[in-house]
């Protein structure tokens, strides 16, 4: 049992809510309402799933000597030993496998896509996670494949305005990974993770307030884009604003007043008010877009 438990634990499904921006284009386009294309969008999501738990199984690996440093991190099942390397890695080339063959029955962009996500973590774990700026954005560019993915899953053309949206907030995520894990380590931040030697808090606050403000003005002109307003059949979509403000104003308080934001997973799972007004706003878009949606 507790080596099953380790399994799971060691795929990392509180990861996998980060694959929700699959689903995205199935919201923003309003194809809800389409019992094939949603099919096709879930089916999107659970490939994607295990696409992404077969990197965290390599990313496990290859990083099997800091985790064992890292005071959290340990007590996986890699690095405590619970399932061996070649085990793991065996096992990601399964998912990996699977899951690309799914992508392309879909149908062929949406295999390149994912086969572009496995690219990018590979350059990434050998290199970009090494190189200042580029290794958050590097993230970033992960969060942006997962909605193209979802977007070609069901033959919608995603808008240009929510790429934009994606990309700025999930730097907005990344960058505050990073001060946080520069709060986490002091002075040996550098010892556990190189790239960390690279940041200041300083230089970090600099960077996510100009994102902060990119991600709310981006996503306000979304709501108000002529092409949103025609593609969804309603302009009222800006009133959904407001859950984005909140959300984001209060991810900051999280990362600045009670040092969280380490693991952006844990916290949209753990902390109420943010998990709640995630929902809400979920909520929101579905009824605005049934109410006055085309």
């Avoid at 108000?224 to 407001?242: A, F, H």
Wanted: proline share 4%; net charge positive.
């Amino acid at each position: 049992m507790r080596k099953l438990v380790g399994w799971i634990r060691a795929l990392r499904p509180k990861q996998w809510t980060k694959n929700g921006l699959v689903l995205a284009a199935l919201l923003f386009a309003h194809q809800f309402r389409d019992p094939q294309r949603v099919g096709l969008a879930v089916l999107a999501f659970a490939l994607f799933c295990a696409l992404a738990s077969s990197v965290y199984l390599v990313n496990d690996v290859c990083d099997l000597e800091e985790d064992r440093r890292h005071p959290r991190k340990r007590h996986r099942a890699l690095a405590s030993g619970l399932i061996s390397p070649t085990t793991a890695l065996s096992s990601a080339v399964i998912l990996a496998l699977v899951a690309l063959v799914g992508f392309f029955l879909i149908n062929a962009p949406t295999g390149y896509l994912a086969i572009s996500y496995v690219l990018l973590q590979i350059v990434y774990t050998l290199w970009l996670k090494h190189v200042v700026i580029l290794d958050v954005l590097s993230v970033a560019g992960g969060f942006v494949i997962r909605a193209a993915l979802g977007a070609t899953a069901i033959h919608v053309e995603i808008s240009p305005w929510l790429l934009i949206c994606t990309i700025l907030l999930a730097l907005f995520l990344a960058l505050s990974k990073r001060r946080q894990e520069l709060q986490t380590w002091g002075p040996e931040a550098a010892n556990h993770r190189p790239i960390l030697g690279e940041y200041t808090p300083y230089l970090l606050d600099q960077m996510i307030a100009v994102v902060t403000a990119s991600t709310l003005m981006s996503y306000a002109l979304y709501t108000i884009s002529e092409r949103t307003v025609t593609q969804l059949g309603t302009d009222k979509l800006m009133y959904t604003i407001p859950f984005v403000i909140y959300g984001i104003f209060r991810y900051l308080y999280l990362v600045h007043q009670r040092e969280e934001g380490e693991a952006p997973d844990r916290v949209l799972l753990t902390d109420a008010p943010l998990l709640i007004n995630v929902l809400l706003y979920a909520v929101a878009v579905l009824l605005l877009l049934t109410a006055f949606g085309k």
